[in-house]
């Protein structure tokens, strides 16, 4: 395992399978003619020889690379993990792979962006990340079709794929406030990212169009342990909420912690409701009322935007926001309308 | 966003900084020797005309990509976020990119293989899928750097890093046989991988060597609907353990909503030990006494390990086995000598 065998080309597969060159060239392009016997004999010979045809020296003909670029801010929180293995699959049936780019948290992705380009990516996923308004101009003028993942970024025409974050806020108004609970909180994500700005408003504004009081307010981060302090600030003090929206589910999970801990009961004593639906929101000890992003949905939209960028079939920019979807389960209180009889 | 333009090459930005095509080269070389006020020249005429050194043209000359492909199969099991999280950072330290290839969970690995190597990776980590004896042999043929994560490999002579598993398990013996519990439940992983065979071979030695009863034994498959079921009926059955080891956090979490779900008291009535140390250990719903994997030092140990058989620094296979460490919380009984006075 020290230097590498001399790379065994085209050339030797076609000797040693007795075939022309061109065979063995079409044999590994895909869609391209070639007999069934002439492949068999090239694909043995292929075997034996442990030639595989390089993909990044026929990227220089192509001028396609395939890879696609997604930059990552939030691997740790539960959204994001099934994202990444759907991208990836996904991408990987168009015959794409990821070149993954984690960045810190609160990056504004741009620093990573000049040594993406160095790989020549097809096209770039940004997800957690923000992309400066000079950065996404940049990629427009290389003519690198960039997708916004689960954001959305004001004075730049970039293309985005999002959960419909304001109707989400409104659909958790609604379930509240038709439960009978008027005394509201609402537990912020990352104060100043798209989708907590956009699922704050649309639940301020349903809150106030319905003339109920202004809900309270903590900021929790998106994180747990953040989330966890700020509710359990909130709920013992004075004037405690009767229910909760949570900007994520993560934040839930520490809220209910949080009413427990302080002895409240669930949803008895403080109703709960989130955006996300991540595997654990199924788990007993939360049982988590939340509104699914429709994760795969949002994937697949994302795919074919970047296909379609790529290939010039889709011009311009394109937004896309796929509508959330209420999954009951035990920790809010439920409006007449949708209890079980 | 449609075609995209025609490339600019080094010659243009030697031309528009007014320095020899060597000075550009060199600046983007890393560790190469420019004079500062040349680099200054360079890098802006670079910005200015949206130059990008191509890496992959580059590659073709190196014979080095600075890819690193990495083989997952269960990132949503919360153990591999944080763990591709590190690779991507510390990789990207040292100047590397992480194209990552997801495969189903069961699957062998094999299946991806020849199309990753089209993409002339320099090196190879395999997490959680396992890799077949000839696959493995092809890729030392090649000359590719291959260590397993988290797993190691019979009848191969790979590299690999992992916990010490075997330890973690006679650890978990030790703590629960020490606090007085003599009637043990074991609640396995996927029952072939290697982590869930040497975690389950140190319990049960080390169980046998003290002369305590054979634990009882279901299957969870590292999932948590399979493990609250396997563990539900564990629990309401005659003869229940009084205290379990689970060979991961998640399974743990479904082992304490499982008891609690039969009206038992964790840990007075049923004690509970896991190994991961995955974030939600600390949620308060678990506070689960855990074994924590030295992730980082795993990573790092990987890294280290990958680099070194890339540049022939390291020969022949190498396999680190790293300790674990208890961390202790609320889920487990304790021995008198870790009790806090």
Sequence with gaps: ?????????????????????????????????????????????????????????????????????????????????????????RLEEHGRRVLLITVPGQSRGDAALPEILQYQVDSLVLTSATLSSAMADECARLGLPVVLFNRTAAR?????????????????ADLLLDAGDRRLGYVAGTANSSTNLERERGFFERVASRKAPRPKRVIGDYVYETAFAAVRGLLAGRGRPRALFCANDVMAFAAIDAARDLGLRVPTDVSIVAVDDSAMARWRAYDLTTIRQPIDAMVDATVDLLLGLEDGRITGSVVRRLPGELVVRGSARLPARLRRH
């Design 1 to 89: 395992m020290t230097a590498r065998r001399p790379r065994v080309t085209s050339t030797d597969v076609a000797r040693a399978a007795g075939v022309s060159q061109s065979a063995v060239s079409r044999t590994f392009t895909p869609g391209a003619s070639v007999a069934p016997k002439t492949r068999k004999r090239v694909v043995e010979a292929a075997a034996r020889l442990g030639y595989r045809p390089n993909a990044i020296a026929r990227s220089l003909i192509t001028r396609r690379t395939k890879l696609v670029g997604i930059v990552m801010a939030h691997l740790t929180n539960p959204f994001y993990p099934p994202v990444l293995e759907r991208f990836s699959r």
């Design 156 to 172: 730049t025409r970039v293309s985005a794929v999002c959960c419909d974050n304001e109707a989400a806020g409104m659909l958790a």
